[in-house]
Each structure stands twice: as structure tokens, then as C-alpha cells.
């Protein structure tokens, strides 16, 4: 199979075509081999517009969302990113072809091995993975640039706010039940945010401390 091609089709259908024009990320999702972020067997399903599960109850994302995601962060070569939940490692592997260094966490343990393994294979080495709970974002290594939420909160975190830099981005889905609306919290000065409305999504739970709990019926 040639995977370039496969890929360089859905980059122009299901992203491009989807209105995603930002060329940061168009030319990570070229180079990114997505189907190495996928379970073994699942290679072939690797360039729909779909998300697939990765174990743990957990799914990488779909491709258009991701692309969305990180265009609306608007990265520049030069920037810190966070992403919560690293699940497969492939929004975190888009995002470190952009920015200059991404921090990743991730809950399930096995997943975050697996992502630093694929990393490791891959040669991106600006990626930081470990282990934990992201909705109290990553101290040590703050302020970012900008923050990408890879599943779904009840309330905008407190410490991903607080995390960001001035101008700072924050994506985020968030609400209740299974369909959240995306929101992008930008920093504008030491203690005032703007927020915006970016449509409806569909994630699985942020589970943590700031979050949902375990018993989140989403919950595996
Ligand atoms: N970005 C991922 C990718 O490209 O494959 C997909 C992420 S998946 C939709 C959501 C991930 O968030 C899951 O792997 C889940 O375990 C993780 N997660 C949920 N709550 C978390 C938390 N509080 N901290 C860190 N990771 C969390």
C-alpha cells in the first residue's frame, strides 16, 4: 500500500476540503505516518475520517478534528504547547512537527509508554511524555503557548488557565453528556481570558481531579 499517497488524499479531502488552510498543519499531517500511531491490523483504517480505538476505552481522533484543533491554536515554530491526553501520541506528534517542544500527559500508563516508544522510533525528539492527571496541566513546565484538550471537561480547568502564557490559547471541549462545544480561552492579560465558541464535538471524558471522576459513565 502507499501510505504517502493514501495520506496526501485525506489530507486534501477530509481536511483540506473541510476548510482547514492552515499550512503548519497541512504539512504535519503530511509528513506524520498516521497509521503508526494505530493498532496493529488497524492500518488500513488509519486515513478515514474516523476515530479508532486504541484500547483502554480510549480512541485516537478523528483526523479533522485534530487538524481543527491544532489550527486553532494557531502554533508558531517557536512555541510551548501542552496536550492533555496523548492517548496514540498523534495530535502530539503533529504538534511537535510545528511548535518548538510539546509536553504531553496521559492517565493510562500503557498508553503514554506506547506513545514515547512511537516517538523514540520516529526520531521526534521535542516531545515530553508522562504520565498522570492533565487537568492540573504540567507546573514545572509552564507557561505555554498554548494547551490542546484532547477529551472532554465539565468546566474549563482552573490550572490549564493559569498555565497559559500571555496570549496563550487554550483549546478545549467542554460540557456535559457526551456531545461537548470546543471553546479557544485566550490569555489577554494576568487574570482576564477571551472565550470563543468553536462548534459542537464529541470526546471521551477528561477524568482527574479538575475534571470528570471515574464513575463518569463513559468510563472504562
Ligand atoms: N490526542 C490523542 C491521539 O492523538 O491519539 C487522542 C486522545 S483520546 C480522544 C483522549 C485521551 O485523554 C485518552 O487517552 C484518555 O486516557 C486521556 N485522558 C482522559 N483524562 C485525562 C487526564 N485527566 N489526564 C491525562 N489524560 C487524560
Redesign the pocket.
Known sequence: MDMTRIRDHMVEHHVVGRGIHDQNVTRAMRMVPREK?VDPGFEEFAYEDAPLA?G?G????QPFI?ALMIEKADLDAGDKVL?????????SALISRIARHVYS????ER?ALQARERFERLGYCNIDVRV????KGWAKAAPFDAIIV??GAPEVPAALKEQLDLGGRLIIPVGGGEEQRLKRITRTGPATFEEEDLGGVL??P???ED?WTAAHPMYT
Open positions: 500511531f486504541i483502554e480510549q480512541t485516537i481522533s485534530v496536550e492533555v491526553g496523548t492517548g496514540s501520541g498523534y495530535a500527559v496521559e492517565r493510562h498508553l498522570g492527571d492533565g487537568s484532547s477529551a470526546f471521551v477528561l477524568i482527574g475534571a
